[in-house]
């Protein structure tokens, strides 16, 4: 998944569908193409590797017309190819898709299309969406009920748009869950269609943005938006300011409300390409450069990072330990070069940063480097110093992140040591094939229930609500969501000024109980792991003092239901990637508290986005 563009009017859709791909590079993609309506057929060109590869294709054989789709994308199913690439033709070259998500159930429906006779010709769950909607206009001509039928079968969330040979004066576009977004543009007597603003600002700041379960059919006069049940729904149009840093934050009030919601696709963009979910057979890092070899030969790993980055690094901490069974410290990058450490060639020292520009991470790294170690880097930002000063490296791929308080840029990585600690253990022999199935098969999960996380938005804003006037905040949490508690302090006190701390949960009785009371709320991590029998018993604990407790737990949960103030519900999660589902709420408490409180949530005071100087 990645961009999407969309044109239909009276100008030649060629030059707009490639320039409007162009601004949406930034996301990062494997292979680029578009398809347009020629002479009553649809023509297609698509390549993998970068835009320019598609330019000369069109170049060397030009397609023109007033109708059009394209698409950069990010592979999750198939390797980068031409074959995989977007957008996907059906069966009888009259439906042409382009797509943003996971189908997760594309195995299932791949098989009951085979049956009954449908030919797939590449390796991705998108193809199944054109052959769907095939099936439903082999027995009806309404283009637009044959795609509500198809969009049915599919579990997940995504951004889909669709043109037809049966109805070619109409683009039809639909948004399920929250991993893609469609932005409908308006022109003169021209529409435009975009996964994101920047691909079609230079041409419009009139739009509507679809919200989920929303299907928008688009001709050159204007749009139409039906649920996917056929119901029609009226919409607002937002004239977008020209500004173009307030363009950008769509229909978002801040861009740390844009960026929570972004990590749907943050996530599915962050896992693309490197997960075999279809055979599961692991994981693919080719930039970590790393052989088996080398592999076996690491005796101890260093983590290094500053802020909401060494949070991450602390969850990484426990899923390379536990499945890898490598040993892991993680130092805060601003202590590591002043205290000596032990290091040498049979260490890596990874470092996680946002920017990759941070100067205490990047000293830190010189030390290690000083020392002999093997440099790893988890960055955000591609060709930045710790990219380029490391021996291998992970791109987080979340997009830029223009909020100081980080979200998807903490998420990210998140997956990211998840799938190192699997690529880890499968070298080095400490995970068996069954385990490997599951642990990959998971991953597969988690776009859907950050989602679902996100979709309960408005229950989370009633607790801001109730707790934006408090001065003080205590978080626990145990294991591997011990982090998640550092973190979600972290976010609260970063962006509304509220004194918050982040704690162990086993430590309470050894100091911060003596805080608890009815002025000092308690928010609990309290998922369904491991460790939730031990956070029971901290929720018990607060309560008898009188504390107000917040319990982040998972659905269903009724013992915290009855004991709890507030809870902050979660779909239930594979409890080694439960870190990722369980700070979402907290960072939309932090987000809700602080713009009650009418506060600058995107530039707080005294921060900066990266942190330059030591």
């Avoid at 990062?28 to 057929?41: C, E, M, T």
């Avoid at 075999?276 to 693919?284: L, S, T």
């Avoid at 520009?357 to 440099?375: P, S, Y």
């Avoid at 145990?478 to 162990?504: D, V």
Wanted: proline residues 4%; charged residues 25%.
């Amino acid at each position: 998944m990645c961009g999407i563009v969309g044109y239909i009017g009276p100008r030649d859709a060629t030059p707009i569908i490639l320039n409007g791909l162009k601004r949406l590079e930034y996301r990062g993609y494997d292979s680029a193409g578009l398809a347009v309506l020629q002479d009553g057929h649809i023509q297609i060109r698509r390549d993998a590797g970068k835009l320019s590869r598609l330019q000369t294709l069109v170049d060397e054989s030009p397609l023109q017309g007033h109708v059009g789709i394209g698409h950069t994308r990010w592979a999750t199913h198939g390797e980068p190819s031409a074959r995989n690439a977007h957008p996907h033709l059906g069966m009888t070259g009259e439906v042409v898709v382009v797509h943003n998500g996971i189908v997760e159930n594309f195995l299932e429906l791949r098989q009951e299309l085979r049956d009954e006779g449908a030919v797939f010709n590449s390796d991705t769950d998108t193809e199944v969406i054109v052959h769907l909607i095939e099936r439903y206009l082999s027995t009806t001509n309404d283009l637009s009920h044959a795609v509500r039928l198809a969009l049915g079968h599919l579990k997940g969330a995504h951004g889909i748009v669709v043109l037809s040979t049966r109805e070619a004066d109409k683009i039809i576009a639909a948004r399920i869950g929250n991993a893609g977004g469609v932005v409908i543009g308006y022109g003169q007597d021209e529409m435009f269609v975009a996964s994101d603003l920047p691909a079609i600002l230079e041409h419009t700041r009139k739009v509507v943005f679809l919200e989920s379960r929303q299907m928008a059919v688009v001709t050159r006069q204007g749009v139409q938006v039906q649920t996917l049940d056929g119901e029609p729904v009226e919409f607002e149009i937002h004239n977008v300011p020209w500004d173009p840093v307030s363009a950008e934050k769509g229909e978002y009030r801040h861009f740390m409300a844009k960026e929570i919601h972004e990590q749907v696709r943050s996530l599915t963009d962050t896992i693309a390409g490197r997960v075999d979910f279809e055979n599961g057979h692991g994981v693919r890092l080719p930039e970590l450069n790393l052989t088996l070899e080398r592999a076996r030969q690491i005796k101890k790993i260093f983590i290094t990072a500053c802020g909401t980055a060494a949070h991450a690094g602390m969850v990484g901490k426990v899923l390379i330990e536990r499945i890898a069974r490598i040993p892991v410290e993680v130092d805060i990058a601003s202590e590591f070069r002043y205290r000596d450490p032990i290091v040498d060639r049979d260490t890596v020292v990874l470092a996680i940063s946002q920017s990759g520009e941070t100067a205490d991470t990047l000293a830190a790294m010189e030390e290690a480097r000083r020392k002999g170690a093997l440099l790893w880097s988890i960055v955000n930002a591609i060709g930045s110093q710790a990219m380029r000063l490391a021996d291998g490296y992970i791109s987080m791929q979340s997009g830029p992140e223009i909020g100081v308080a980080s979200t998807k840029a903490y998420t990210a990585p998140l997956v990211d040591l998840y799938m190192l600690a699997i690529l880890l253990g499968d070298l080095r022999g400490t995970l068996d094939a069954g385990s490997r199935r599951r642990l990959v098969a998971d991953l597969r999960l988690i776009p859907d229930l950050a989602g679902r996380c996100l979709d309960r938005e408005p229950e989370v804003e009633k607790v801001a609500y109730a707790l934006k006037d408090v001065q003080h905040c205590l978080y626990l949490g145990r294991g591997i969501n011990m982090p998640t508690a550092y973190e979600g302090a972290l976010k609260l006190k970063e962006i509304s000024y509220i004194h918050a701390e982040g704690y162990p949960a086993g430590e309470m009785k050894h100091g911060p109980i003596a805080l608890v009371d009815r002025e000092m709320p308690v928010v609990v991590i309290a998922p369904r792991d491991p460790w939730y029998d031990k956070m029971f018993s901290q929720i018990e604990q607060a309560k008898a003092r009188g504390g107000l407790v917040v319990a982040v737990a998972t659905d269903g949960d009724e013992r915290i239901a009855d004991i709890a103030d507030y809870v902050l519900w979660l779909p239930e999660t594979p409890w080694m990637l439960s870190p990722v589902t369980a700070v979402i709420p907290l960072q939309l408490l932090a987000y809700h508290i602080a713009a009650l409180r009418g506060l600058d949530v995107d530039q707080p005071r005294n921060l900066a986005k990266s942190v330059t100087v030591e």
